[in-house]
């Protein structure tokens, strides 16, 4: 219907940071409040999907009750749920802050402070978005990128790589925009090389922009 037009869809979105085990009381993480992908799961929740939320740690509270909500820590614990929940859904957006490099080997005991200086090697995460990318189907795909130069460049790069229906571009060069503010400013580029821009608007105004522009996708 109108007013439902995700009625009898499923929509899976990831959110929040990742944290990375460094020893039992240490981690690397980053300062993603998890807002936009929360406010993307209500957005679409209100349109009338089922969604599931895959979420990193973050001080937010389930938007709906009836949001099936699935707490993670690590990237490879984002990666697992996300893959677990995708051959069921209609619609992934990729919305979490996922650290890009983990400790290689976690410390079973605390660091302690010995030397000046301390070496930690790291490795990669899972890049959870280029696997569901690799592994789609009819799924619609939606990413978002923070790019500090070579903006457009660098997210067409992404959209491609990652096999991304549409990629959501978030202007760093905006007061208002970005990781833990309230607002955000964003443009979108379309695979078919189009871009639509969209003014400084709360991240609850965000969401709908983007979950409308999920719907025209779905209904193409
Ligand atoms: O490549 P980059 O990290 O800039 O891409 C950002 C997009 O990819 C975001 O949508 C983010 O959620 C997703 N991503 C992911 N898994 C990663 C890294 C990024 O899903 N390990």
């Known amino acids: 219907s109108a007013n439902l037009p995700l009625k009898g869809r499923k929509v899976m979105i990831t959110a929040g940071p990742t944290y990375e085990a460094i020893d039992p009381v240490r981690f690397i993480g980053n ?3 998890g807002k936009m992908g929360y406010e993307l799961a209500a957005a679409a929740y209100r349109s009338g999907a089922e969604v599931i939320l895959i979420s990193g740690p973050t001080h937010l509270e389930n938007p709906h009750k009836e949001i099936k909500l699935v707490r993670v820590q690590s990237a490879q614990e984002m990666y697992e749920a996300a893959i677990a929940h995708y051959d069921e859904v209609d619609a992934a957006i990729a919305a979490a802050a996922v650290s890009d490099y983990r400790p ?35 799924q619609a795909l939606v ?13 067409l790069g992404k959209l491609e790589r990652k096999n991304l229906d549409f990629i959501v571009l978030n202007s760093l060069n905006d ?27 709360s ?18």
């Open 175 to 201: 007061k208002g925009a970005g990781f833990k503010s309230e607002t955000n400013k964003i443009s979108i580029l379309f695979k078919d090389g189009r871009k639509a821009d969209f003014g400084l608007k």
């Open 143 to 155: 990413g978002f990128a923070l790019e500090t130069e070579n903006e457009q460049e660098n997210a």
């Open 104 to 138: 290689k080997n976690i410390a079973s005991q605390k660091i302690k402070k010995a030397d000046e200086n301390l070496q930690m090697e790291l490795e990669r995460t899972p890049d959870i978005l280029a696997s569901l990318g690799a592994n789609k189907k009819r």
């Open 31 to 33: 300062h993603s409040s």
């Open 203 to 220: 991240k609850k105004e965000v969401a709908e922009d983007i979950i409308n522009e999920l719907i025209l996708l779905l209904n193409e």
